[in-house]
């Protein structure tokens, strides 16, 4: 179009120049200038259309990310406020898949499963048998490489296979026996344990082992508190009258309950708030205006065990076709089988769960007391019984004893079953400290932990001040937990967990209040069915209860420190060199400890 403009004017200028006589020259100068003029024109308009297109399209991104929902969808905008629409791809992008891989039935029962050396040839993908009570699909990543083939009978001595695959022996593939040999079995209880071998290398197995499951998380720590509750412990009864008048004028709040502890000293009384933030406002202010009592939020408390499955039970029976347990607990802690009045005249408290009666138990002296509050239901024996087995329980049909079998049992059962979870509170277990001081027990046993708490710390110093001895279990939340108490309190002596191999037990806490360490991975314990392998830091307490209770049967002036000390002096180290935080001094020799303890007299 500009062009023909340009014509157009060439033509006027030369008929124009025709009319008035103008030279050739001023004719061509005038074209010149025409044509400069209309491509000067042409230049701007083009600038000016160019940014006329940008500003127009700023504009429309602009409104696109005003644009409020509910108002209408203007048609250049897309859903997302941005400044300039990515370009669509030709394909949507497909990630790929992993079905699910069906469960298969797994073997009966379960082996040991230690963790795949990588081949150093390529594999094709793999596949992978799921056992069938995994409830979840296994995904299994394209690098890996399982072995899939299972053992046609279970190795003889294990760490538990099915309740702990991250106990260290299994996570390093040890194996004390081959599969091959756990026909040949026979009771370990005293020479023959020493001859276990040290190396699996030293025992290979000519049959493939299944793969290595995941080692599952750490059980995670039940609520430290009842929820929104207070616990005050008074020290004696003049307190105890001021304070109730207290709670009940500023805070009209009644005691949901209250006891006096006559062999402690004092009255304890716990209280019901409407939350956890009113009952901790509460006890801010009764702290601030009280500094002498001891009030804190009521601590819960839990037996430590492994929340996880055991290994298969056994039903022992006197027939030489039924298979014998797996015994090393005496071997391990240096001490032959005992004799049957082992620990005699000594009174061991247990502060657990109820213990039922059985034929490991017949020829032990049982007190028991329950000290759960009205309507609570009381829960399983099984972590009590298998405690009071280990502390003083006797099988003769598989070899079995507990490590002094002449002491008397005194059994405070606090332990009850709420929303399917196994806890007692402070309360209940002040009380039954109370008690057992009352009953003039020499050792308490408390296989049992929680956060701790002011009224708790008051309680355990009152019995250590008693000159009773307190062993607890060092707590089963793994290497990064926080100290369990009343394990981590002054005076007590807390106890970890070993298994077969002097391995640790993965779920063990660690600190520097672990004082010893005792076989508690994969224990054998009987029971009214026959028998079972238990694992936890509860087992490993009992182990040093009924231990110090044989001490105390051949020097019975031993007090906490002495026995602490005496214990560490003679322990195998394990571990780092020396007192560390994971095995403490190392594991108890029980054998060269009682060597050390005089008839009479003080102590070398």
């Known amino acids: 179009m500009k062009t023909a403009q340009t014509f157009v004017a060439s033509t006027i200028l030369v008929a124009a120049a025709c009319m008035t006589g103008l030279t050739a020259l001023t004719v061509f100068t005038a074209l010149t200038a025409t044509s400069a003029r209309a491509e000067s024109r042409e230049v701007k308009e083009g600038k000016d259309s160019k940014e006329s297109k940008e500003t127009k399209e700023a504009r429309e991104a602009s409104s696109c990310e005003k644009n409020e929902p509910g ?33 298969t039935a797994s073997p009966s029962p379960p082996a040991p499963r230690p963790p795949v050396i990588p081949s150093s040839t390529p594999t094709p993908t793999p596949t992978a048998a799921v056992p069938a009570s995994s409830p979840l699909p296994v995904a299994i990543p394209p690098t890996a490489t399982l072995v899939t083939s299972a053992p046609a009978e279970p190795a003889a001595i294990i760490t538990n296979p099915t309740a702990k695959w991250g106990n260290e022996a299994n996570r390093k593939g040890v194996l004390p026996v081959a599969p091959s040999a756990a026909q040949n079995l026979k009771p370990v209880g005293t020479a023959e344990a020493a001859k276990l071998p040290s190396s699996p290398s030293s025992t290979p197995s000519s049959k493939p082992l299944p793969p290595h499951p995941p080692t599952p998380p750490h059980p995670l720590p039940p609520a430290p508190y009842e929820s929104g509750q207070l616990v005050i412990y008074w020290k004696d009864s003049g307190d105890a009258a001021i304070g109730l008048a207290v709670m009940a004028r500023e805070f009209k709040l009644n005691p949901a309950s209250e006891n006096r502890l006559p062999n402690l000293g004092g009255v304890i009384a716990t209280f019901k708030l409407a939350s956890q933030r009113e009952a901790e406002r509460v006890k801010n202010l009764l702290t601030a205006r009280y500094p002498s009592w001891n009030i804190d939020f009521h601590g819960r408390y839990v037996p430590h065990q492994s929340t996880l499955a055991p290994l298969a039970k056994i039903a022992t029976l006197p027939s030489s076709n039924m298979p014998r347990p797996r015994l090393f607990t005496a071997s391990k802690i240096d001490y032959p089988l005992p004799a049957p009045d082992a620990g005699s005249g000594i009174r061991v408290g247990v502060i657990d769960t109820a213990v039922e009666s059985g034929a490991m138990l017949k020829s032990v002296s049982v007190v028991r007391r329950s000290f759960l509050a009205a309507g ?50 402070t309360a209940a277990l002040v009380r039954a400290l109370d008690w057992l001081v009352g009953e003039r027990v020499q050792i308490i046993n408390l296989s049992l932990g929680g956060a701790g708490d002011q009224v708790m710390e008051e309680a355990i110093s009152r019995v250590v001040r008693a000159r009773i001895i307190i062993i607890a279990a060092a707590g089963n939340q793994g290497e990064d937990a926080v100290p369990s108490y009343p394990a981590a309190y002054p005076g007590v002596i807390a106890v970890t967990a070993s298994d077969a191999l002097d391995h640790i037990f993965e779920q063990a806490n660690r600190g520097p209040y672990v004082a010893l360490t005792a076989p508690g991975v994969d224990v054998w314990v009987p029971d009214k069915s026959g028998g079972r392998y238990v694992s936890g830091t509860s087992f490993a ?9 044989v001490m105390l049967a051949r020097y019975p002036a031993l007090d906490a420190s002495s026995a602490r000390e005496l214990l560490c002096q003679h322990a195998r180290d394990l571990g780092s060199p020396g007192i560390d935080p994971v095995f403490g001094c190392g594991l108890i020799q029980l054998s060269s400890t009682i060597a050390a303890l005089p008839v009479r007299g003080a102590l070398k």
Do not use: W, Y
């Open 71 to 103: 108002s209408p969808r203007k048609p250049f905008c897309d859903d997302r406020p941005a400044k300039r629409r990515l370009p669509i791809l030709a394909a949507p992008v497909v990630l790929p898949t992993i079905a699910p891989i069906a469960p």
């Open 376 to 425: 609570e239901i009381s829960a399983s024996p099984t972590h009590g019984t298998a405690i009071a087995a280990l502390i003083a329980g006797r099988d003769s049909a598989a070899d079995f004893s507990g490590i002094s079998p002449g002491v008397s049992l005194h059994v405070a059962a606090i332990m009850r079953i709420q929303g399917g979870e196994t806890a007692s509170n």
């Open 541 to 549: 307490a009992a182990v040093v209860s009924g231990a110090v209770a």
